[in-house]
């Protein structure tokens, strides 16, 4: 029987990044959620709070801008709001930059990582959930998929990371019997995503009439998850995942990187944004990058199985929500483009950069 736990008072890593801000939105509109979430980010060139624009006013919201190996500084908010619950998403995530500039990823999602559990083990009356990556699995063939048993074998700096900073988090909940638990989620979008990742450069880009670039031949596979469902499954981890226990989060829809592309195109077009052949001359396959893994695929079975959790958007309802907000939201990419996003919240929120 499943015990549930009292979630009262959380500390979010990360919380203004793409799948960060989309948690902090969704608990809050939780009905029993009656407690306090402090945002703690260090507002990196992907942290944005704008993306917590609906939120800000919300007395149970909390914003401190800090780094996650300031370990003093997490002491300090973990006893001044009696914090019980941390959900750490704050990471380097792209892996295009973890191939050019790997040092960052290692300082954030390795030491940065191991500083949090060093505060962990001073307050062990805590539970800490460590949001992780399909990519730490390596590389399916053309068949099979990735289940929590799956050995790890990482083929880029970025997911080689993550997987230090999973085994680092188990590490600890053994050695020091901490409450922990680990999720790896498969590709996420939606709503707030950032424009550097595929599925808004490509929407962008053809708004914008930009090229739309395509590794290798596009054949490359990935298990698409609506942010949205992603974070509900958190939410429910967070009350009824079994400490110790790591969970697989997948959209269950797997999709060539072309035939996304494609998706896209014709959404735009039967919208009337855009016209069809025009777009398609846009698409230009380029150089593969190093290392990029063929396919992705979770085994959803376990979360399903045990907390009775399930993706509740099909990928046509979530791609053309995205699109929609994206079409709707352009001021929200400009000020992204521009640089002005900074701007403001150095104006709203005092801080530095």
């Known amino acids: 029987m499943i015990q549930l736990r009292n979630v009262k008072n959380i500390l979010v890593t990360g919380g ?16 029993d ?18 993306n917590l624009k609906t939120v800000e006013n919300d007395p149970r919201y909390i914003f401190k801008q800090g780094d996650i190996s300031n370990e003093a500084l997490i002491e300090h ?16 995530s792209h892996v295009d930059r ?5 040092k960052a990823f290692l300082e954030t999602n390795i030491m940065g990582t191991f500083h949090l559990l060093e505060v962990l083990k001073k307050f062990p009356n805590i539970h800490f959930h460590h949001v992780s990556t399909d990519e730490v699995y390596g590389c399916l063939g053309d068949t099979g998929l990735f289940t929590e048993e799956t050995p790890y074998s990482p083929n880029s700096p970025y997911s080689a990371s993550k997987a230090a900073s999973d ?12 409450s922990t638990c680990i999720s790896n989620c498969s590709n996420n ?21 930009k090229p739309l670039p395509v590794y290798g031949n596009g054949t490359n596979v990935r298990d698409w998850l609506y942010v949205e469902d992603h974070v509900s499954a958190l939410w429910m981890l967070l009350k009824m995942g079994k400490k110790g226990e790591t969970y697989n989060i997948g959209g269950e829809c797997e ?7 494609h998706i896209i195109i014709n959404i735009l077009s039967e919208l009337n944004i855009k016209d069809k052949e025009n777009l398609e001359s846009l698409i230009h396959f380029v150089k593969d990058r190093p290392g990029h893994d063929f396919r992705y695929a ?10 009775n959790w399930q993706p509740s958007h099909c990928f046509d309802e979530g791609i053309r929500k995205t699109i929609n907000w994206y079409l709707e939201n352009l001021d929200w990419v400009k000020n992204i483009q521009s640089g002005n996003y900074r701007e403001w919240i150095e104006a709203q929120y005092g801080v530095t950069f």
């Open 98 to 102: 973890s191939i050019l500039t790997p």
């Open 16 to 31: 203004a990044g793409f799948i960060g801000s989309a948690f902090i939105r969704h608990a809050l509109k939780t009905e």
């Open 77 to 92: 908010l973990v006893f001044e709001h009696d914090i019980d619950t941390i959900i750490h998403f704050a990471a380097e």
């Open 298 to 307: 979770i085994d959803c079975a376990k979360i399903k199985r045990e907390i």
């Open 189 to 209: 979008y939606g709503p707030y995503h950032f424009p550097e990742k595929l599925i808004p450069l490509m929407i962008l880009n053809c708004l914008e009439g």
């Open 33 to 50: 959620f009656t407690g306090t979430i402090v945002n703690y980010d260090l507002l990196t060139y992907a942290g944005n709070l704008e």
């Open 255 to 261: 999709l060539k990187n072309i035939d996304l592309i």
């Open 167 to 178: 085994h680092l988090v188990r590490a600890y909940g053994t050695t020091y019997q901490l």
